[in-house]
T-cell receptor, first 113, second 116 residues
Framework: EPEVTQTPSHQVTQMGQEVILRCVPI?????FYWYRQILGQKVEFLVSFYNNEISEKSEIFDDQFSVERPDGSNFTLKIRSTKLEDSAMYFC???????????FGQGTRLTVV | AQKVTQAQTEISVVEKEDVTLDCVYE???????LFWYKQPPSGELVFLIR??????QNEISGRYSWNFQKSTSSFNFTITASQVVDSAVYFCALSEAVEYGNKLVFGAGTILRVKS
């Protein structure tokens, strides 16, 4: 069964460093998303991406964040200068046009120290 | 604006008890989708069910059942004869379907603890 793959599963980084979280969506999907879940809290939408551009972003997704689909298969989330409060589980999801169920990856746990 | 409320922060039951998790939603759209996800201790999000706003038929899948009532904007989830493996955080979510690709808005989640 096709699945969304995220790497790494866990990343520890120092405050102020740049991190790139990687996702490989399901191959024929057209819509891509990043969500964030701070420990013990709800899952929050960050950004959606369609047709090589951002289609919607939340207020959390400020200038420190960017997304890219560099090669037609990977979908990345970059945090330019990490803060302690960026520590969270980050989920990637993808969706096929004509469907309504987004498939989630297993998540990347980011720890900023 | 979309909003999902899961008023029960945490529920504890003893194995074999039935348990209902509540979900109330708000949306201005007439077309929308409702979801339930399970998040076990390992952290991944496991899709359980999707319901569209035009289908109020209740659904049963094994020990799981869902009750969708548009009149009260509720989409409640019942686990019959709970098991220890059901212990997890359960999230209700809403997607407005103005067009494809709309984001999911999640509730705060309900922690379910099933004791043996």
């Amino acid at each position: 069964e096709p699945e969304v793959t995220q790497t790494p599963s866990h990343q520890v980084t120092q405050m102020g460093q740049e991190v790139i979280l990687r996702c490989v969506p399901i191959s024929n999907h057209l819509y891509f998303y990043w969500y964030r879940q701070i420990l013990g809290q709800k899952v929050e939408f960050l950004v959606s991406f369609y047709n090589n551009e951002i289609s919607e972003k939340s207020e959390i997704f400020d200038d420190q964040f960017s997304v890219e689909r560099p090669d037609g298969s990977n979908f990345t989330l970059k945090i330019r200068s990490t803060k302690l409060e960026d520590s969270a589980m980050y989920f990637c999801a993808s969706l096929h046009r004509g469907n309504t169920e987004a498939f989630f990856g297993q998540g990347t746990r980011l720890t900023v120290v | 604006a979309q909003k999902v409320t899961q008023a029960q922060t945490e529920i504890s039951v003893v194995e074999k008890e039935d348990v209902t998790l509540d979900c109330v939603y708000e949306t201005r759209d007439t077309t929308y989708y409702l979801f339930w996800y399970k998040q076990p201790p390992s952290g991944e999000l496991v899709f359980l069910i999707r319901r569209n706003s035009f289908d109020e038929q209740n659904e049963i899948s094994g020990r799981y059942s869902w009750n969708f009532q548009k009149s009260t904007s509720s989409f409640n989830f019942t686990i019959t004869a709970s098991q220890v493996v059901d212990s997890a955080v359960y999230f209700c979510a809403l997607s407005e379907a103005v067009e494809y690709g709309n984001k999911l808005v999640f509730g705060a989640g309900t922690i379910l603890r099933v004791k043996s």
